[in-house]
């Protein structure tokens, strides 16, 4: 069921001014809405920019080099973008092998919308979870796709959070797209 809030990064859970991550930036609308939301100390953005990804998205080969030219704009533009922003730091790499950059309990908020397949959820979210402060906030986008929705379930299991799903009025009007895995304590205030 989804929560009724749509703004539930506004709560009290996620602290403003913290460390923060998104993971598969894409063009980078998600990290505009993150930045001006929690005011970071400091941003990282991680993005291979890379197709066809090993993913259900891309099952044709003739798309490959038109899809990759795409890919290669969203990272220029990216890049450009946030280039002159002091707090902000562009990783260009896959996800799995930039959370090795980083400390254990180094992040305040983990943004996940990165390679959509179970698999790579999986993986997406063993690298990163460790990454995170015990009271900080693990989230992502695409909870309506059936993989990422059991991934994230399943993970959960194990991790024991409260787990959330709230619509994200930035990308979608209707369903419940979003995901958050808060400290298990915490509530939506």
Same mark, same amino acid.
């Given at each position: 069921?989804?929560?009724?809030?749509?703004?539930?990064?506004?709560?009290?859970?996620?602290?403003?001014?913290?460390?923060?991550?998104? +993971?598969?930036?894409?063009?980078?609308?998600?990290?505009?809405?993150?930045?001006?939301?929690?005011?970071?100390?400091?941003?990282?953005?991680?993005?291979?920019?890379?197709?066809?990804?090993?993913?259900?998205?891309?099952?044709?080969?003739?798309?490959? =080099?038109?899809?990759?030219?795409?890919?290669?704009?969203?990272?220029?533009?990216?890049?450009?973008?946030?280039?002159?922003?002091?707090?902000?730091?562009? +990783?260009?790499?896959?996800?799995?092998?930039?959370?090795?950059?980083?400390?254990?309990?180094?992040? =305040?908020?983990?943004?996940?919308?990165?390679?959509?397949?179970?698999?790579?959820?999986?993986?997406?979210?063993?690298?990163?979870?460790?990454?995170?402060?015990?009271?900080?906030? +693990?989230?992502?986008?695409?909870?309506?796709?059936?993989?990422?929705?059991?991934?994230?379930?399943?993970?959960?299991?194990?991790?024991?959070?409260?787990?959330?799903?709230?619509?994200?009025?930035?990308?979608?009007?209707?369903?419940?797209?979003?995901?958050?895995?808060?400290?298990?304590?915490?509530?939506?205030?």
């Amino acid at each position: 069921m989804c929560d009724k809030r749509t703004k539930w990064w506004d709560n009290n859970n996620i602290p403003k001014n913290g460390v923060i991550v998104e +993971i598969g930036v894409d063009r980078g609308i998600n990290a505009d809405r993150l930045y001006k939301v929690f005011n970071p100390k400091k941003m990282y953005l991680v993005d291979a920019w890379v197709y066809p990804a090993p993913n259900e998205y891309i099952e044709l080969e003739t798309k490959k =080099d038109r899809l990759q030219e795409q890919c290669n704009k969203h990272r220029d533009f990216v890049m450009e973008k946030w280039e002159n922003v002091e707090n902000v730091e562009v +990783i260009h790499n896959t996800s799995v092998e930039a959370a090795k950059y980083f400390e254990d309990e180094y992040f =305040d908020f983990i943004y996940i919308d990165a390679n959509h397949a179970y698999q790579a959820v999986k993986e997406d979210l063993a690298a990163w979870y460790p990454k995170l402060k015990p009271r900080g906030v +693990i989230a992502g986008h695409d909870w309506s796709h059936g993989s990422v929705k059991t991934a994230v379930e399943e993970f959960n299991e194990t991790v024991k959070r409260k787990l959330i799903h709230v619509k994200n009025p930035v990308y979608h009007s209707d369903g419940c797209n979003e995901w958050g895995l808060l400290p298990a304590e915490e509530s939506i205030t």
